[in-house]
């Protein structure tokens, strides 16, 4: 039973990368651009699974690939849920409340909203509580330093200037959706109580 989760996450990983190393060829039809987000509906979503270049791919999809194995207790359906909750939330905040950004693409807002989401619900979990509240104070460190001192070298690495609002963006869905995951369980134990 144990190895056909680790098969399922292999293969949800692999289903992932695949995607979006098919998107990455038509990049520009799938990138956040501002003036055709509500009639191309599709770039809520897949403006976070293009990459600004091939080293963009591969840092965010390496980053992705970790999380089911960092954070072993995450389903599938979690991560599924999550990767189709956050792009839009992410997509639709900058197009009604940060209007200067014209043009977006990549994964690590959603990163961010997906290892901090999956490290609220860990809290659950005593073993593994301290290694989440380790995950969420590097991520709040590294957003505070991003928000204040700017970006880090990544932006000579992929070859753009990184979009850090998306990454503080992200982080606020993850705890959206992970206090709720956490609240809709708590009630469920509830009522079978």
């Known amino acids: 039973m144990k190895d056909q989760i680790w098969i399922r996450k292999v293969i949800l990983i692999a289903v992932c990368v695949s995607v979006a ?21 599709w770039r809520l979503w897949t403006a976070h699974w293009v990459h600004v270049g091939w080293m963009h791919f591969l840092l965010n999809m ?26 839009p939330f992410i997509s639709l905040i900058f197009y009604y ?24 619900v860990y809290l659950q979990y005593p073993k593994e509580r301290k290694f ?18 700017g970006q880090s070298g990544t932006a ?13 963006i992200g982080a606020i869905g993850g705890v959206l959706c992970g206090s709720g995951y956490l609240l809709i369980g708590r009630k469920d134990k509830e009522q079978t109580h």
């Open 21 to 41: 190393a098919c998107l990455q060829v038509f990049a520009d039809h799938f990138i956040y651009w501002k003036s055709s987000l509500l009639a191309e509906f």
């Open 62 to 87: 390496l980053a992705f690939s970790c999380l089911p194995f960092i954070f072993p207790h995450v389903r599938n359906w979690h991560l599924v849920s999550l990767l189709l909750l956050l792009p």
């Open 97 to 120: 409340y940060l209007p200067y950004i014209d043009a977006y693409a990549g994964l690590s807002g959603v990163l961010h909203g997906l290892y901090t989401a999956v490290s609220i």
């Open 132 to 149: 989440a509240i380790l995950v969420l104070v590097l991520i709040a460190s590294k957003l505070i330093w991003e928000n204040t001192f």
């Open 156 to 168: 000579q690495l992929i070859g753009s200037p990184v979009l850090t609002e998306a990454h503080l």
